[in-house]
């Protein structure tokens, strides 16, 4: 393996890609976080549940859809676009990938184009994460192995995520792939208040803002787009996301720290418990060590 190989990295494109994007359109007052859904995308046939909700995953959405995973691309948007919240909305945290998907239906909407077209547009050209893309073509010799199918078939430059598969240009919770380079260059543009070599990007409080609560009830633990994850020595919050397939980001904005980690721990299997306790051992050593050596 090489240092610039691509991996599916799952999840981290509801942050990496959908909530920078929101972010934009917050900056821009295109749209505020407390705005229905609805009063953005029409479709959308609950006019209860916020752009709060959907960032914060408090919009207790209730996902079942009926065979799923027989729909069609358009039979699946459709069926997304008829779910409701429930009972709970707002008052619990209840991680879902119903709110991303929605809101990438609501950035097609708002930009006219495709999801992943926005993706590249806004987030992936500006940032210089020139090796990072959706739907890759063969050949797939840059890309990590996602899995082994129970027929023998090496998943590769494929999505893991079943939604995104069939969603692929319209997903927006998953489908990114891409590598310590670029990821690299993402946080460090959080490290650095939002500029990219000096040109603003983000606004300094718009990331700064990520740090407080931004649930409905303020004490859900997770911010817009992002969870907030705190050291046991040190109640300063950092924001923290994880990847199905064994991916993470950690930052801390505050002291321009930063933690990266890329894996395919489904591959050649799903080693889901195994993997989640030794990521869990190594992210309460890095958030121990890292406030003993702020606070020397």
């Known amino acids: 393996m090489k240092k610039d190989y691509l991996f599916d990295v799952a999840s981290l494109t509801k942050v990496v890609c959908t909530t920078t994007v929101m972010l934009h359109l917050q900056e821009k007052k295109r749209l505020f976080w407390d705005d229905s859904l609805k009063s953005h995308l029409p479709e959308f046939v609950d006019p209860t549940i916020t752009l709060r909700h959907l960032l914060t995953h408090t919009s207790d959405i209730q996902m079942y859809i009926s065979n799923r995973d027989r729909l069609n691309q358009q039979e699946l948007i459709a069926a997304y676009l008829k779910l409701h919240g429930g009972k709970k909305i707002g008052k619990t945290v209840k991680y879902t990938d119903a709110g991303t998907i ?26 210089h994460m020139n090796d990072s893309l959706f739907l890759p073509k063969a050949p797939y010799d840059r890309i990590v192995p996602t ?67 931004q649930t409905p009830t303020k004490t859900g633990g997770r911010s817009i787009g992002w969870d907030l994850k705190y050291s046991s020595l040190d109640k300063q919050p950092l924001l923290f ?26 591959h050649p299997k799903d080693f889901r418990a195994e993997y989640v306790k030794h990521r869990d051992e190594i992210l309460t050593v890095y958030l121990n060590e890292r406030a003993k050596l702020y606070h020397k």
Do not use: C, W
Request: glycine share 8%.
């Open 102 to 127: 929605l809101l990438g239906f609501l950035i097609e909407k708002m930009y006219q184009k495709k999801v992943i077209d926005v993706f590249q547009d806004v987030v992936l050209t500006p940032l």
């Open 147 to 213: 899995e082994k199918l129970a027929n023998g078939t090496i998943l590769k430059g494929i999505t893991h995520d079943p939604k995104a598969r069939v969603l692929a240009e319209h997903a927006g919770n998953a489908g990114l792939f891409s590598n310590l380079k670029d990821l690299n260059r993402f946080v460090r543009m959080y490290l650095d208040q939002g500029e990219i070599s000096g040109y603003p990007y983000l606004q300094g409080q718009t990331i700064f803002n990520l740090l407080k609560d």
């Open 241 to 266: 996301h994880t990847g199905y397939t064994g991916t993470f980001l950690l930052i801390d904005p505050i002291k321009q720290s930063a933690f990266v980690f890329l894996s395919n721990r489904v």
